[in-house]
């Protein structure tokens, strides 16, 4: 089916640990980007991407990296997991109309 | 500092009744507004509006925008338990990426 897809649905770190969150989609859409879900606070950006090789940082950034080499994929790499990271990760893209379509998320426990 | 602030943050309505969701926003370089439904995963695409006083309808849904006064109302009439979800505002600013700035969400349930 076409979409978002992100991997793995769930994950348990440690802290200290460095992992890394697989977002694909098959839209051929040019934006991408990485949310956080946490209760109370909504939905809040990360990183984004306008496209391959390009991206920038949301309101959110510290703590995390990302690249985008193809239009497809857009990892987010965890450097050196906190407590503080503990959420749901959303991963969207959208072409330029604002419709975003969202993975499914990955749960995040850092303990 | 972009901010958009929905009411209420929760409520609970029984099947049939009506309910209004309510979204304001303060950005810059505003583009459009968006209203997603979460259930247990990934929010899914309501309505985009970016046009004053054109009113959006899916359905039982329906959603209205006001650029001048800075918010949106997100009406779901014949409320049915299919409805229950938390309601997601989102306005998009342009200035690169188009991003996405989100409120807290409004709790719905409805109950037989």
């Known amino acids: 089916n076409a979409g978002v897809t992100q991997t793995p649905k769930f994950q348990v770190l440690k802290t200290g640990q460095s992992m890394t969150l697989q977002c694909a989609q098959d839209m051929n859409h040019e934006y991408m980007s990485w949310y956080r879900q946490d209760p109370g606070m909504g939905l809040r950006l990360i990183h984004y991407?306008?496209?391959?090789?390009?991206?920038d940082q949301g309101e959110v950034p510290n703590g995390y990296n990302v690249s985008r080499s193809t239009t497809e994929d857009f990892p987010l790499r965890l450097l050196s997991a906190a407590p503080s990271q503990t959420s749901v990760y959303f991963c969207a893209s959208t072409r330029r109309d604002g419709r975003y379509t969202f993975g499914s998320g990955t749960r995040l426990t850092v303990v | 500092e972009d901010k958009v602030v929905q009411s209420p943050l929760s409520l609970v309505v029984h099947e049939g009744d009506t309910v209004t969701l309510n979204c304001s926003y303060e950005?810059?370089?505003?583009?459009?507004l968006l209203w997603y439904k979460q259930e247990k995963k990934a929010p899914t695409f309501l309505f985009m509006l970016t046009s004053s006083g054109i009113e959006k309808k899916s359905g039982r849904l329906s959603s209205i925008l006001d650029k001048k006064e800075l918010f949106s109302i997100l009406n779901i009439t014949a409320t049915q338990t299919g409805d229950s979800a938390v309601y997601l505002c989102a306005v998009e600013i342009t200035g690169g990426g188009n991003k996405l700035t989100f409120g807290t969400g409004t709790q719905l349930k409805v109950e037989l």
């Open positions: 991407s306008v496209g391959a090789g390009i991206t």
């Open positions: 950005v810059t370089n505003f583009r459009s």
